[in-house]
């Protein structure tokens, strides 16, 4: 059974920096296209950053450059590194395991697995 468990959410102030951590069970977090999420009320989940099949990362045009995805194999986890935080980024965050890969953000009809959910506050 695949099971994600995400982490390191928080508030932090604008400008400020957090790193979610997602660890997986049940799945090789290298061997599959995986990603992060995320959703506010009333708007539907979007993707923010995901690895296609061949490892090329793919980012959500709203956070290039300030957010970074990333894998371990030695704890089969994945990682978003956040920097620059902004108030808009406030929001629940969801690491996500696919079915199947893109050669793009993954959709999210492409996912079979989530995470729980973790709150990240971003204030100004």
């Known amino acids: 059974q695949v099971q994600l468990v995400e982490s390191g959410g928080g508030s932090v102030q604008a400008g400020g920096s957090l790193k979610l951590s997602c660890e997986v069970s049940?799945?090789?977090?290298?061997?599959?296209?995986v990603g992060w999420f995320r959703q506010t009320p009333g708007k539907e989940r979007e993707g923010v950053a995901s690895?296609?099949?061949?490892?090329?990362?793919y980012y959500a045009d709203s956070v290039r450059g300030r957010f970074t995805i990333s894998r371990q194999r030695t704890n089969n986890s994945l990682y978003l590194q956040m920097d620059d935080l902004k108030p808009e980024d406030t929001a629940i965050y969801y690491c996500?395991?696919?079915?199947?890969?893109?050669?793009?953000?993954?959709?999210?009809?492409?996912?079979?697995?989530w995470g729980q959910g973790i709150q990240v506050t971003v204030s100004s």
């Open positions: 996500a395991l696919a079915r199947w890969c893109a050669y793009d953000l993954l959709p999210r009809e492409s996912i079979s697995s």
């Open positions: 690895f296609s099949s061949s490892g090329w990362k």
């Open positions: 049940g799945m090789g977090v290298m061997n599959n296209c």
